[in-house]
T-cell receptor, first 118, second 111 residues
Framework: GAGVSQSPSNKVTEKGKDVELRCDPI?????LYWYRQSLGQGLEFLIY????????KSGLPSDRFSAERTGGSVSTLTIQRTQQEDSAVYLC????????????????FGPGTRLTVL | EDKVVQSPLSLVVHEGDTVTLNCSYE??????LLWYKQEKKAPTFLFML????IEKKSGRLSSILDKKELSSILNITATQTGDSAIYLC???????????FGTGTQLKVEL
């Protein structure tokens, strides 16, 4: 596709329910990132994928959060037993490795999923 | 803990004004600094800075990195209402896989 896409765009759920957020990166981009942005906060790094593996999961806030990526493309972020503090916009980004350090690769962001936990 | 701080938190200016947004960072193993513009949900990329003292320009926007002062500025000249957005600064750290973001500067440009 032309850009990173995410679904759903909005999700309202009840506390305690599980949710799945989906990210479709730009075709050919092997690196994929998940972030979240809570109200009044900056973007918070959650997890990074290179291909299907996640070398850096350091940002996942608790064991209720997990993510997977299959086929080196689509990724899903799953939040189990959602809590009200999980309410945020969840952003996905992808980048195309140039063979140099990942820090030289521009990340392109999707439109995000706004999650509201009642 | 890696930290990126932006100032001011918010700013209101009139069309035609010039603004300077500030970003400072305290991170381990700094790699590069990025600026993003966020209007709705998705940030859009503006600049990536890796070398100190070299200005990057794109139209009315420009940015420069000062590695000695651990800071960067983003300048916008002749502001327009379409420049109203949150401007995010982020630092690539560690192995270069992780971006640490500041909380952003909310810019509002009024007629």
């Amino acid at each position: 596709g032309a850009g990173v896409s995410q679904s759903p765009s909005n999700k309202v759920t009840e506390k305690g329910k599980d949710v799945e957020l989906r990210c479709d990166p730009i075709s050919g981009h092997t690196a994929l990132y998940w972030y979240r942005q809570s109200l009044g906060q900056g973007l918070e790094f959650l997890i990074y994928f290179q291909g299907n593996s996640a070398p850096d999961k350091s940002g996942l806030p608790s064991d209720r959060f997990s993510a997977e990526r299959t086929g080196g493309s689509v990724s899903t972020l799953t939040i189990q037993r959602t809590q009200q503090e999980d309410s945020a916009v969840y952003l996905c980004a992808s980048s195309s490795p140039t063979g140099r350090s990942p820090s030289t690769d521009t990340q392109y962001f999707g439109p995000g999923t706004r999650l509201t936990v009642l | 803990e890696d930290k990126v701080v932006q100032s001011p938190l918010s700013l209101v200016v009139h069309e035609g004004d010039t603004v300077t947004l500030n970003c400072s960072y305290e991170v381990t193993n700094f790699r590069s600094l990025l600026w993003y513009k966020q209007e709705k949900k998705a940030p859009t990329f503006l600049f990536m800075l890796t070398s100190s003292g070299i200005e990057k320009k794109s139209g009315r926007l420009s940015s420069i990195l000062d590695k000695k002062e651990l800071s960067s500025i983003l300048n916008i000249t002749a502001t327009q209402t379409g420049d109203s957005a949150i401007y995010l600064c982020a630092a690539f750290t560690g192995g270069g896989n992780k971006l640490t973001f500041g909380t952003g500067t909310q810019l509002k440009v009024e007629l």
